[in-house]
């Protein structure tokens, strides 16, 4: 996949497919190239198959620019797991493999680890700047924010242009990811996440879409000079879902805080009940700190992510 291959003022449809283990896999890659040079911006959405938001985001946002007044380009992949996504499901059915976790890839591995390194090699590669849009799925509730790695500051520079009500910065990247394979190419990055529920609520999808034209202009593709916005809270610590709160039992979970509330270490956060509505497990805090993920299906299943506990930056 090269961009430059492509005509200049124009918007492009084009599919990246590759074969694994006998699967065809074909990803929609949507490119728009500005009428003049300038820098590539990349936005990627539905790594997770229940993930919602940034797909129509990435829907809306090509079918509006203008390439006429663009200055660069703007390469995305509305869709980078097709398996999962229409499987309704974060993990891959045909592998069970979570493509969020297994990058930058293999092109001789699994379904999923090959859609990984086709991403990286065919489309991060292109990127002066990366955005991945990602949200809670169908079983977890998450605030509408923008994160970033902490120490880079094109990155922070551009979480605070994006708008989201919610900022979150983290010191350590996990590896497998999209963004720590954005990281190991030099290349800066967000992510986002938001309610989900296997919905679109109309406020997350303005966050995403405006955010993603402000970006935009901050890199001088569109025309513009976005200032910083204010967000309502500044968040510090792992953003890493794996560090959840988790049980090895099924139940019912009945949560006994809300998203974003500030809690302190030994906290009741809610419990797990039998099908009599005896209390199986309670889950207390492990650390003062902001509720940032709830699993707010109360149908649990064993290592099932619960709750997240994050720290507040000093503003």
């Not at 990811?177 to 190419?185: D, E, I």
Request: net charge negative.
């Amino acid at each position: 996949m090269n961009p430059s291959a492509h005509a200049r003022n124009a918007r492009h449809n084009l599919s990246l497919s590759f074969s694994s283990h006998g699967h065809d896999i074909e990803l929609p890659v949507i490119l728009l190239r500005g009428a003049s040079p300038g820098q590539t911006l990349v936005v990627t959405a539905g790594v997770h198959g229940d993930e919602y938001e940034g797909v129509r985001a990435i829907f809306e946002i090509t079918s509006q620019l203008d390439t006429a007044v663009m200055s660069g380009d703007l390469l995305c992949v509305p869709v980078c797991n097709p398996p999962a996504f229409w499987n309704v499901s974060r993990s891959s059915p045909l592998d069970n493999g979570n493509l969020a976790r297994v990058f930058p890839g293999n092109s001789e591995g699994s379904p999923t680890e090959a859609i990984a390194w086709y991403i990286d090699r065919h489309i991060l590669a292109h990127a002066d700047f990366y955005i991945d849009l990602h949200s809670a799925g169908v079983r977890c509730l998450m605030p509408t924010m923008i994160g970033y790695e902490s120490g880079d500051a094109r990155a922070e520079a551009a979480a605070n242009i994006f708008g989201a009500p919610v900022i979150w910065a983290h010191d350590t990247i996990p590896p497998g990811r999209t963004v720590s394979a954005a990281r190991a190419r030099g290349i800066p990055w967000l992510y986002t996440e938001a309610r989900g529920a296997g919905r679109i609520h109309p406020d997350d999808l303005a966050v995403y879409r405006n955010g993603v034209c402000r970006l935009l202009q901050h890199l001088d593709i569109l025309p513009g000079s976005p200032t910083p916005a204010a967000p309502t809270l500044r968040l510090h610590g792992d953003g890493n879902v794996d560090a959840s709160i988790t049980t090895s039992r099924k139940g019912f979970l009945i949560p006994e805080v809300d998203l974003l509330d500030t809690v302190t270490k030994g906290q009741t956060l809610g419990t797990l009940r039998g099908l009599y509505g005896e209390i199986l497990e309670t889950f207390t805090a492990p650390r003062d700190g902001v509720v940032a993920l709830i699993h707010v299906c109360p149908l649990i299943n064993s290592g099932d992510p619960l709750f997240l506990i994050t720290g507040i930056r000093d503003q």
